[in-house]
């Protein structure tokens, strides 16, 4: 493999390492400011987080929990870790789902019949259950959300349900937009088997208007019949839309089979670089290890495992130990089932009081922006003025906000949260789906990523003070 | 063609326009708020910069100054601004140099001879001359500075000059990176010709390590012999100088064939909004229609223009017409001349004191961050102020910087300029090269920036006092 832009000056970074290597006791954020400028020139310059994405996305494009793809990224990221030089690498274990799409899954148009090109491209839904062995046929009924549901719940019995509303193509926040349709994937199914339907059908979560669907994971309510469910490609679901609209009973035929197996162990992956002064508190950095079982998990979330990763290797590289622990986990089971994040609080249930901090990058592989955070007070005061010596990078954003689903359990116990911000104009096209590939990452996106989740991750770690909770 | 997300709102857009088509006068920026919301909204939900974009690539993807392709799309950007609704659409006359690049640029290694693979990928740059018909032979030395070069001028004399500076990879605004760099192409040939050499090739100017090389002008001193020159990939390059450090003689042969022809007549392609109140006052907002004759400029500067186009019409759909007249012009020949900028001043110097305001978007389609101007005191308090409505977009940055080279002419005047800033992480991957084509365009991106672009032109042209010069 091509080595990425060495530019001959490792001797020029070692040398820096070395000067750096000793630092004084420091109290204000501004004394910061050039281990900040130090760290951001030698991410985007030598950083290594796409050239791991590169290796992950070969090594395991498809790691959906349970697979044989996780379990090879498990390891992947446990001799990952070592190579890096973390300390106490380790797999702490995580008990996940195993669920599986199975080799089908067919939508086509029965009636009107004989339409040339009458399949309409379709993705099961994780957590979806099967169609019966040879397929369901109904008539379909569009809806564009479950108030219009509730009106037309009559018409709903013994039909399929397609749920046709799109992301808000006006919110230049695509995570907003993405917010308000994805109510449809998550819980459009159990919606329609209340109305007497059975299937349901979603317009794909895509900022795109084109043939690639988008999967995603879904939830059955208790005590409603579990019906199946997938997502249309944006251009199927105007397509079947268009032909509803024109007045004529449009039937559909599904027919797909994924399959529920018993739970499978599993683990998050987790390393160290032990604090020099207060080792026992932590600051946790990290992304999910897992992904859908289509496209390379690109950016979700290859690129946030892979910048956690590298925020820890520059600071080593650069020889900036701080004064307190941070450690990486590679979370396991995000995308459904959250299991690796609920195992990981409980399992370091006696160390939350020392959790200082815990950072996620979970929101694309993109060109970062800064952070959310749900700091408050004088913690976000700290925060603001670390961000500010981001700015020159234009990665200076503190916003409120989450921290990720993964790192999310700890809020219970108190602990100060923050996320990655990249841009959102892209990630929406590419989420999972086939198109969550290498081919839309981009290095100097996801190396500077990784040099701003050092820098905030450093600064905080080497302050004298710790940071407040409120 | 798929039409981009039109999400069956037009009538309600329309409605918009229509509650919108009526304004009353404004003293004060912050009354503009919800035209900018609207204008941003539009643009992003409904923008066509995009499609027409795909437009413009597909009719001339190759736009070099006195080529069909050049001709091709001046009658494209005529025929778009008459649908597009523009007033008084005109070609204005550009005498422009007519450079083609030929069939052939080979660099291979001669000795050591018998390599396996011994052709080092390259492109000729523009305005070069061309090399004897077989080709010439010589031995190359690596320089990596003017200033080398004229410490080494003795081993200069009768070889092939090699300089392979990168573009400094620490830098996280690649526009500077490429300011520092820039230079070796530009004079290279003339200053490895003044030391006697034979032939000149660069680095190319790339953020990339990969096989593609980049073209881009050159200009030769006068007075000094022309010799031929041409840019390396980046691992050409990397792959050359390995070969000089290993201390064997390397003779490179090299051969390219570009012409030059007569002069050749062009055109600006210009319309107009006519202001309401004020017409006479004009503010210029565009981009350069002639792009290199390789890839499909989609970024340089296809995007550029486009969203200028767009972000007239943006104005037109929504019915804000405002006080002053905006003028769209598709500049003709910045690559290899700048005639157009030039003649554009020349032709309309009785209207330069008018002139309020020229906006250039030149610095590729990637996601808009705001501009940089060359404004100063009262009249960038102003635009702060308008930037300001922009932060909620994430595109409200207001730095000093430049314009853009085909307004900058208009500065002799005291005509204030501004440049779209969009974030330049990518786009020293794919300018002047093969790899400028649509598929590294995110529609949602060039829209934005269209928007971002109507609401600064907007607020300026409708407030009641014209923009200040110092």
């Known amino acids: 493999m091509i080595q990425f832009a060495p530019w001959k000056s490792a001797a020029a970074a070692l040398a820096l390492a070395c000067l750096a290597a000793v630092s004084p006791p420091r109290g204000d954020v501004a004394a910061y400011a050039e281990d900040v400028d130090t760290i951001l020139r030698e991410a985007v310059a030598r950083g290594r987080a796409y050239e791991r994405l590169v290796d992950l996305c070969t090594t395991a494009p498809h790691r959906l929990s349970g697979s044989a793809g996780a379990a090879a990224a498990v390891e992947w990221a446990r001799q990952e870790m070592i190579d890096i030089g973390l300390e106490n690498v380790r797999l702490e274990p995580v008990t996940v789902p195993h669920w599986e799409r199975g080799d089908v899954c067919l939508v086509r148009v029965a009636e009107p019949a004989g339409l040339v090109g009458d399949e309409l491209t379709s993705i099961t839904l994780g957590s979806s259950v099967a169609t019966p062995e040879f397929g369901l046929t109904a008539e379909v009924i569009e809806v ?10 009559a018409e709903a019995d013994g039909k399929i349900v397609f749920f046709n509303r799109p992301m808000d193509p006006e919110s ?3 995570f907003a937009a993405y917010g308000g349709a994805v109510g449809q994937r998550s819980r459009g199914a159990s919606e329609a088997a209340k109305a007497g339907a059975v299937a349901a059908l979603i317009r794909s979560m895509s900022t795109r208007l084109d043939d690639v669907p988008h999967t995603g994971n879904m939830s059955y309510a208790v005590g409603v019949p579990k019906i199946p469910t997938a997502a249309l490609s944006t251009v199927a679901s105007e397509r079947l839309s268009d032909m509803i609209e024109a007045g004529v009973p449009v039937k ?4 797909q089979n994924p399959v529920w197996h018993a739970d499978k162990p599993s683990a998050n992956v987790v390393g160290e670089i032990v604090g020099t002064t207060f080792p026992e508190e932590i600051l946790v950095v990290g992304g999910h290890l897992d992904g859908w079982d289509v496209g390379q998990g690109a950016h979700d979330d290859g690129a946030g495992t892979c910048e956690a990763f590298e925020a820890a290797r ?3 590289q650069l020889g900036l130990r701080p004064k307190r622990t ?3 986990v590679a979370f396991m089971n995000e995308e459904n089932g959250l299991a690796g994040g609920r195992a990981y609080r409980e399992q370091h249930a006696a160390e939350m009081p020392n959790h200082v901090f815990a950072l ?8 970062p922006r800064g952070f959310t955070t749900t700091a408050k007070g004088d913690a976000k005061a700290i925060l603001d003025e670390i961000a500010k010596l981001l700015e020159p990078a234009d990665c200076g954003l503190m916003l409120d906000g989450r ?7 700890m809020q219970l116990d108190g602990v100060l949260l923050a996320g990655l ?3 959102s104009s892209r990630y929406f096209d590419v989420h999972h789906s086939e198109s969550d590939t290498l081919a839309t990452v981009n290095d100097r996106e996801v190396n500077l990523a990784a040099g701003a989740m050092a820098a905030l991750l450093y600064v905080i770690a080497d302050l004298d003070e710790r940071l407040p909770r409120r």
Chains 1, 2 share one sequence.
């Open 144 to 153: 564009q959300s479950f108030e219009e549901l509730a009106e037309r719940r």
């Open 172 to 174: 230049i926040n695509t």
């Open 252 to 255: 559909l035929h599904f027919r």
């Open 314 to 316: 520059l600071l080593l």
């Open 326 to 328: 941070i450690r990486v």
């Open 360 to 367: 996620e990058s979970d929101s694309g592989g993109f060109r």
């Open 403 to 409: 921290g990720g689903a993964d790192i999310g359990p």
């Open 421 to 423: 911000r990249p841009d």
